[in-house]
């Protein structure tokens, strides 16, 4: 018997989305697979940052539907359920329980300053999944070992370096096993001898895990040893997609290629 | 020659009066600065406008006025209350509208950015108010809270209107008894600024001790 073709974790269909009277995207369509690492990439206002703001529920879309897992995340059938019963806008309920499945790092880090480095971790796990404190600390203790902070649990946000604080943000994500782990711009924000150390836990991350991984990112040589595919946006639209050695060596769109070209000239290497 | 010990022990007790009120005040104020600090940001319409009518209604009409109200109207409306009731139901409602606002501005002023932390990380609503928002807000609230409990104390004084012997009225019967003005106003103006310093003291100790940690150098 043939084992049933997999079907994608995420599903984007023909989704737009306008702020005022700027469209940032217009009619996106595109899957992602379970395990999938994917590079978002293209010049600042393509729509790759509202992408992941939208599958984070932190922005709503203007039309479209979404399918985590095969489960529409911004609608859900009327009546309970009943076949054919049509979909609705999804509930605060509805959607509290669709973001258990993903995960979500921001550029500035958004760690919570009033609370300690193992308090940061700790909280939503404690919260959302009724976790003792004494398993959300073993957790968050394993997950500071493999992001290497370990020594700084007890620590303040402030007290850390821009790199420290993204890599508690990505073990904060992680505490809550999210089966989608979206980055947004992760490094953007940090000093350049502190860009290395990020990368590492993510590179990391991707080996040990089966994380779903979708990645907003301007380091194309990280986009290229990590994706397993990347997509290239323009005004809102996948201007060109494929395997990272055929983007960045042999871009096909002219777009594609004046992008990085302009990114090369700006020292960033691929 | 007066024998001032007994007139500074008449003072003295009126002082008791008026830390007895700016206490229970505060703490009505804080509740009502809270509650409808928070109804004004509420989702629900009706919310909203109950907490925009007491805030309006609170800081648009006298304290002198709500006073008398709650004195010697109320009771004809069948509720009847004692001096020091009638004087920490005013001061607490008028102060409290005042930190209301404070309460709402605190609020807002956490950047959107521990909003979509907490979205993230599938907080609720009340969990992200509870837990990361007022945490940090009330460090914004605090010096405000601070004005406001220092003008609560000053506004105490009106209560010896309605004949609630506090300090303001307990100089004013030792001024008619011993005809001497400098000594009774000269002795409540300085116990006035010695609770204001404490409550500013206090206030102060609050700040630095929920601020610990934050500027990544006191720990």
Redesign the interface.
Known sequence: MNAPAPEPIIEIDSISKSFGDFQVLDGLSMNVMPGEKLALIGPSGSGKTTILRILMTLESIDSGHIRIDGEELYHMPKNGGAKDGGLVPASEAHLHRMRQKIGMVFQLFNLFPHKSVIDNITLAPMLTKGASRAEAETRAMELLDMVGMADKARAMPAQLSGGQKQRIAIARALALSPKIMLFDEVTSALDPELVEEVLNVMRKLAQETDTTMLLVTHEMGFAHDFADRVLFFDAGKIVEEGAPEDIFSNPREERTQGFLKKIIAAGHRV | MIDWSGYLGLILKGALVTVELTLMGCALALVMAFIAGLGRLSRHFALRALATAYIEFFRGTSIFVQLFWAYFVLPLFGFTLTPLQAGVLALGLNVGAYGAEVVRGAVLSIGK??Y??C??????RY?RMR??IL??AF?IMLPTFCNNAIELLKATAVVSLISLSDMTFEAQVVRAQTGSTLVPFGTILILYFLMALAISRFVRTLEKRLAR????VR?
């Open positions: 950015a521990q979509e932390a979205v993230a990380l599938n907080l609720t969990q837990h990361i945490p940090q460090l940690g934050l500027d990544g720990v």
